[in-house]
C-alpha cells in the first residue's frame, strides 16, 4: 500500500552552526528564568507578599514629598 522498505522516518541530523545556536538560545532562557527565580521567586512561591516593599531603606524619602505639598 505505501510500499514494502518499511523503514520508518529518517530525518536528517542538525547542521552544527543550528546546535549552537540552539544551545545557545536554550542556555540564556534557563539563565533567565533563574535570574527571574531569584528577584521574584519568593513572591511567586507566595513565601513574601509583593507589597512588603524592596528591601532597602527610604531614608528622607518622605521629607522629599512634603515640601511639593
Same mark, same amino acid.
Request: neutral net charge; without cysteine; charged residues 20%.
Given at each position: 500500500m505505501?510500499?514494502?522498505? %518499511?523503514?520508518?522516518?529518517?530525518?536528517?541530523?542538525?547542521g552544527?552552526?543550528?546546535k549552537?545556536? =540552539?544551545?545557545t &538560545? %536554550?542556555a540564556t532562557?534557563?539563565?533567565?528564568?533563574?535570574?527571574?527565580?531569584?528577584?521574584?521567586? =519568593?513572591?511567586l &512561591? %507566595?513565601?513574601?507578599?509583593?507589597?512588603?516593599?524592596?528591601?532597602h531603606?527610604?531614608?528622607?524619602?518622605?521629607?522629599g514629598?512634603?515640601?511639593?505639598?
Open positions: 505505501a510500499g514494502q522498505h %518499511g523503514s520508518g522516518f529518517n530525518p536528517h541530523l542538525p552544527f552552526r543550528y549552537v545556536l =540552539a544551545t &538560545l %536554550g532562557m534557563w539563565f533567565f528564568i533563574f535570574w527571574r527565580a531569584r528577584k521574584d521567586g =519568593a513572591k &512561591l %507566595g513565601l513574601k507578599h509583593p507589597w512588603e516593599g524592596h528591601e531603606d527610604h531614608h528622607g524619602h518622605d521629607a514629598h512634603s515640601e511639593h505639598h
